[in-house]
């Protein structure tokens, strides 16, 4: 299945992935590492071939073939104070759209606020989890799901999926991109601490929809307007008739 | 009131025989209160009169040492309750998903490490932990709602 000799060999990191938990079923890559008391190393990375509970944001499932794509979750505990944190969840899209454009030259594109298209399908996803406690957030799990070789998708989807088998038109190493993820994602994570905007510089100049007409969609509530910008904690600046706001909710659509 | 004035009072029930006063200047009323065992405590509390808004003073640094009294200003709430606080700007979620059971109720005995609830934003989804052990005894924002950074979510009764 996963070659973890082939995978450590490009391993190029100092912390991220040196702790390697590999295994065929979980319910949740995320949940686990938020709650186990067991992985608690600082860039513990749990992969897994299946989730029996995988899922998006507000409880959305998120389904993959066992053996084909890569769903994993990163485990960072360090002191966050002062750190703007939705610059690691934009940073973590970042490390995986480099790494698409590296390894297979595809054009990769940024949905706010951190899903990864390739011609309008989904290719890539992120859910980040944290907790935090008297107002300090001390552990952050980084979850991300990448579509690697599952050749077709059947079912209805809001955003229609696709692969890098699809896209690159061959199977590709699993391991070979994991590594070149986590080894991005860890020149990324000292950006967050150290130059965030930079990070959120390179998700700019992926995203197309800004100055785009766009509608934003949260339950029965829907706004329109014009995706300006997204500002220093990457919230997205939309401006409607006369005011601009501030938005952190919803689903982005294209008007 | 003036502050200077109301040193003067601390001074004076400190160095008395004196372990309660109480004073009412207007809308104000100010109690002082000493006992050996415990810190004194001076309470603001508006007058009577609710029509009109509370008045709210700046206490001087409160002093630590047995049997001196110490100064706290309260908001109309005791001070053993105590406010969990949003870290983030975002949604605030009572639930794990939309269709499952809330973390916490009003009532619930929670301890340190309970998750009370989540709030996201831009997809970072939060658990909160309870840092006390106490009873919930208020929800302060309706699921679903945004809330600001450092806005209190809960009200949490020590016990």
């Given at each position: 299945m996963f070659n973890i000799e082939e995978f450590d060999?490009?391993?190029?990191?100092e912390f991220i992935g040196r702790s390697f938990i590999y295994c065929d079923e979980v319910e949740s890559t995320n949940s686990l590492l938020l709650s186990s008391k067991e992985f608690s190393q600082h860039g513990t990375v749990l992969l897994a071939e299946y989730q029996t509970k995988g899922r998006g944001r507000k409880g959305r499932e998120w389904n993959s073939n066992p053996g084909q794509n890569l769903t994993?979750?990163?485990?960072?505990?360090?002191?966050?104070?002062?750190?703007?944190?939705n610059t690691i969840n934009f940073g973590a899209a970042v490390a995986v759209a480099q790494s698409?454009?590296?390894l297979y030259q595809l054009n990769v594109e940024m949905k706010w606020p951190n899903d990864i298209l390739i011609d309008k399908r989904k290719i890539a996803g992120i859910l980040l989890e944290s907790s935090s406690k008297g107002n300090v957030i001390n552990k952050i799990v980084v979850?991300?799901?990448?579509?690697?070789?599952?050749p077709n998708f059947p079912g209805k989807f809001d955003i229609p999926p696709t692969s890098i088998r699809k896209e690159f038109h061959q199977l590709v190493s699993r391991e070979k991109l994991l590594s070149e993820v986590l080894n991005n994602f860890e020149v990324i994570l000292n950006l967050a601490f150290n130059a965030p905007d930079k990070i959120l510089n390179d998700w700019r100049s992926r995203c197309k929809m800004i100055g785009e007409k766009i509608k934003i969609v949260d339950n029965d509530k829907i706004i329109f307007g014009i995706f300006e910008d997204i500002d220093q904690d990457g919230f997205l600046i939309l401006?409607?008739?006369g005011k601009k706001e501030k938005i952190h909710f919803g689903d982005l659509n294209l008007r | 009131m003036d502050l200077n004035l109301l040193k003067k009072l601390i001074k004076m029930v400190e160095q008395s025989e004196i372990t309660e006063f109480t004073v009412q200047e207007g809308e104000l009323k100010v109690k002082i209160s000493k006992n050996s065992k415990q810190p004194a405590q001076v309470h603001f509390q508006p007058a009577p009169d609710l029509s009109k808004p509370a008045v709210s003073v700046q206490a001087p640094a409160p002093q630590a040492a047995e049997s001196k009294p110490t100064v706290v200003t309260s908001e109309q709430k005791p001070s053993k309750h105590y406010e969990i606080k949003s870290p983030i700007v975002g949604t605030f979620y009572r639930?794990?998903?939309?269709?499952?059971?809330t973390y916490v109720q009003v009532g619930d005995i929670v301890s340190q490490g309970t998750v009370l609830c989540i709030v996201e934003a831009m997809k970072l989804m939060n658990e909160i932990e309870c840092d006390?052990?106490?009873?919930?005894?208020?929800i302060l924002v309706e699921n679903g709602t945004p809330v600001e950074y450092n806005q209190p979510l809960f009200l949490i009764e020590h016990v």
């Open positions: 060999i490009k391993l190029d990191t994993f979750s990163i485990l960072l505990k360090d002191d966050f104070k002062g750190v703007r944190i698409i454009e590296n979850g991300i799901g990448i579509n690697v070789n599952q401006k409607t008739a | 639930a794990p998903a939309p269709d499952a059971d006390i052990s106490g009873k919930i005894i208020k």
